[in-house]
Nanobody, 115 residues
Framework: VQLVESGGGLVQPGGSLRLSCAAS????????MSWYRQAPGKERELVAT????????NYADSVKGRFTISRDNAKNTVYLQMNSLKPEDTAVYLC?????????WGQGTQVTVSS
């Protein structure tokens, strides 16, 4: 079982990035999928969640209107489109899959927003 994030990098304020989380060893179809982030010296923060059925989404107030989470069950992949990035969005972004009491985590991808 593995979750592999990609798409992070260095971007200027106001720029965009698209993160991907590819799952292997299980199918994400029945899992709630989420993106978290953790900045140095700060607690891990839930950024966005997408449900397993219906695809309803929820976002942290700090990213509403700027970030969009989506899922492609056929590709077994979850995405996070990040627009209008701010320096305070700098963090390691981690993918999470949850179903009942089963949780899987990826290793994370670094996003740095700086001029």
């Amino acid at each position: 079982v593995q979750l592999v994030e990609s798409g992070g990098g260095l971007v200027q304020p106001g720029g965009s990035l698209r993160l991907s989380c590819a799952a292997s060893g299980f199918r994400i179809t029945w899992y709630v999928m989420s993106w978290y982030r953790q900045a140095p010296g700060k607690e891990r923060e839930l950024v966005a969640t997408i449900s397993s059925v219906g695809g309803s989404t929820n976002y942290a107030d700090s990213v509403k209107g700027r970030f969009t989470i989506s899922r492609d069950n056929a590709k077994n992949t979850v995405y996070l489109q990040m627009n209008s990035l701010k320096p305070e969005d700098t963090a390691v972004y981690l993918c999470n899959a949850q179903r009942f009491d089963i949780y899987y985590w990826g290793q994370g991808t670094q996003v740095t927003v700086s001029s």
